[in-house]
């Protein structure tokens, strides 16, 4: 079955507040990364997690990743229009197998208001 | 320049057809993907190759056939097409076959089957 599950399906925001969507996973990972994908696009990598770390920024990104309660949260602060996507998180299940093999969450729908 | 390159952007095509996909990589990578999106978004790995050598095969329908000429290209051969084959197409590409490696997403195919 999927491996992640996020919430909420869909956020909308005002410009200039934060966005936080969450995801959770079922098996043990050795990563979990984050993928923006723009409306007609293709996916694009944002942050990648390893489950030995707890919290990681990257410019107004900012994901934080709990293993004991197999979840992660990314928050993207000071959001613009521009941030308007669906976000996915993914990992590669850690139970053998192709490691390349990313199972991807159900996606979070944000859109900014200008 | 384009990393990941598809085509066709839009395939429309009538039930029972043969169609295909190709797409093409100018980063390098040893390793390319296939995925399937749905109409709810939801993503999932289809196929990978890393170095022309299949590595991954989900539970795909034999109608639909990878093939690497070489390990730039990966394209994708679609038989007998169906109703439910009607999604988004996207290729992508990693460095390696390490599930730390970030993938490099194409701008996907909509195929639509009448």
């Known amino acids: 079955s999927q491996q992640g599950e996020e919430d909420p399906q869909a956020l909308s925001i005002q410009e200039g507040e934060n966005a936080t969507m969450n995801c959770s996973y079922k098996t043990s990972i050795n990563n979990l990364q984050w993928y923006r994908q723009n409306s007609g696009r293709g996916l694009v990598h944002l942050i990648l997690?390893?489950?030995?770390?707890r919290e990681k920024h990257s410019g107004r990104l900012r994901v934080t990743l709990d293993t004991s309660k197999k979840s992660s949260s990314l928050l993207i602060t000071a959001s613009r229009a521009a941030d308007t996507a669906s976000y996915f998180c993914?990992?590669?299940?850690?139970?053998?197998?192709?490691?390349?093999?990313?199972?991807f969450g159900t996606g979070t729908l944000l859109a900014v208001q200008p | 320049d384009t990393a990941v390159s598809q085509t066709p952007k839009y395939l429309v095509t009538q039930m029972g057809n043969d169609k295909s996909i190709k797409c093409e990589q100018n980063?390098?990578?040893?390793?390319m993907y296939w995925y399937k999106q749905d109409s709810k978004k939801f993503l999932k790995i289809m196929f990978s190759?890393?170095?022309?050598?299949?590595?991954i095969n989900e539970t795909v329908p034999n109608r639909f056939s990878p093939k690497s000429p070489d390990k730039a290209h990966l394209n994708l051969h679609i038989n007998s097409l169906e109703l439910g084959d009607s999604a988004v197409y996207f290729c992508a590409s990693s460095l390696r076959t390490s599930g730390s490696d970030t993938q490099y997403f194409g701008p996907g195919t909509r195929l639509t089957v009448l």
């Open positions: 993914a990992t590669p299940p850690n139970y053998g197998g192709a490691t390349n093999k990313l199972i």
């Open positions: 190759y890393n170095n022309k050598e299949l590595i």
């Open positions: 997690i390893r489950s030995n770390e």
């Open positions: 980063l390098g990578h040893d390793t």
